[in-house]
């Protein structure tokens, strides 16, 4: 029988075929989607620990997410959101001391004050009296409905944990009662904020909840843990820095309840996009009160605003729109110039910083040899990267030469020198007319 199979090295006895087969190198193709933005709030029915919710999610089962329909006024903050944004991770912050609601037959499966809106209602079946229909409701909308002879046939639905124990009676209405919203403390935003650091997410906001920890959190992550984002505060100092969107809110302004609209807006822009001159969507500060508070600016104070790095609005006919897409950054230095108060700008850097680490991580780190192949091959894979930005309009004026990768002080390290150019929305138009 002759030899044959696959080889390693030439040191095979038998004569034969040995036939490898690999794939062409086509580089490696990452780049990062946008559009998940993380919310810490104070709920009314809440789980513990974070959820994730999709928009499809939200549309199709708020009731059940966060036990309001929909279109209820309770959940304007999350309709906000998901107007520019896909993905919502979204944890409760008054968690601290909270109780679930229950009765004698069953416990809500959530904690917090909406649970004693839950009620079973028991019937005896009028096909066979030996058996109960047993329903849930949530406020007058019956979600759950089962017909057993005994309650240790009851299945968990949804929203409520049976007592299997318990003797079935008919009743029109028991409701559920013991529920109870807990505290929101600096423990429970710092708790959320832990919590977050497993997930992948491009903007956050707590909604004015302690947003000191809020920005000294995110200047961890982003400067030395190296997860990119951005924050959106308003109850605290001007934070001073390019991963955190400042805005007038509470004691500084009316604008405070805009930040989970801005928080989405920002989470699902594009990297060849810019939110300067869109429009203001949102509900949960209405569209009334948004367009009287932004008519309150004078053009002065709107220069101070972006001199100030305040995210800001203003009033164009009978709509409010974002002044400028810009961050809290002001104190620039030669280093790091006044093109990093731009938040397309900053976009952009993330956008490179995460991929380029996704691409080192899951590719080279451990994989490949450091020598000058290895190297090579990395650098071509940041040239296909920085390729796609160019391609979508992020990044202007790229050559391969822009990048040089060499091996670092010690065999196994390498260094990357790079240089890019964002490009940024068109702000200003400055236009000389001859008239003859």
Known sequence: MLGGGT??????????????????????????DRGTGAIGIGLDYFDEGLKVVTKEDFQKNALIIFGYDYSDTHLAWARDFFKNSKTLIVGSLNSNGAT???????????????????????????????NFDVSTYIGTTIVDKQTVSKASELKDNDFVTFKTEASLVTTASTALTGGKNGTLTGDTV???????????????????????????????????????????????????????????????????DTSPWICGALAGCEINKSLTNVKYTGEYLSQEDAL???????????????NNGVFAFHRVGDEVRVLMDINSFTTFTDEKGSVFSD?????????????????????????????????????????????????????EDFEADNIIVEIGDSKKAVVVT???????????LYMTVTVE
């Not at 090295?9 to 193709?29: E, H």
């Not at 900053?346 to 680490?357: H, N, P, T």
């Open 190 to 256: 710092s708790k959320f904020l832990t919590a977050l650091e497993s997930y992948s997410f491009n903007a956050v906001t707590t909604c004015g909840n302690h947003d000191d920890l809020v920005v000294e959190w995110t200047k961890r992550m982003r400067d030395e843990v190296g997860k990119k984002f951005q924050c959106v505060v308003y109850n605290c100092d001007a934070p001073d820095y390019e991963g955190c969107v400042y805005i007038l809110g509470g004691s500084k302004g009316n604008f405070g």
């Open 100 to 130: 679930k609601a229950n009765n004698a037959y069953c416990t809500a499966k959530c904690y917090g004050i909406r649970g004693n809106d839950l009620k079973t209602v028991i019937q005896t079946n009028v096909d066979n009296t030996d």
């Open 343 to 395: 938040n397309q700008t900053i976009r952009v850097c993330d956008q490179v910083a995460m991929d380029i680490a996704t691409i080192f991580n899951n590719y080279y780190l451990g994989k490949v040899q450091n020598d000058e192949a290895g190297r090579s091959s990395l650098k071509s894979d940041i040239l296909k990267h920085h390729k796609q930005l160019q391609d979508k309009r992020a990044i």
């Open 7 to 32: 080889f390693v090295t030439q040191n095979k006895v038998l004569p034969g075929s040995y036939i490898n087969f690999v794939s062409a190198d086509n580089g490696v193709n990452v780049f990062g």
């Open 292 to 306: 009287g508070y932004a008519s309150e600016y004078s053009q002065s104070q709107l220069e101070d605003f972006v």
């Open 418 to 428: 790079d240089c890019i150019t964002p490009v940024n929305a068109m702000a200003q």
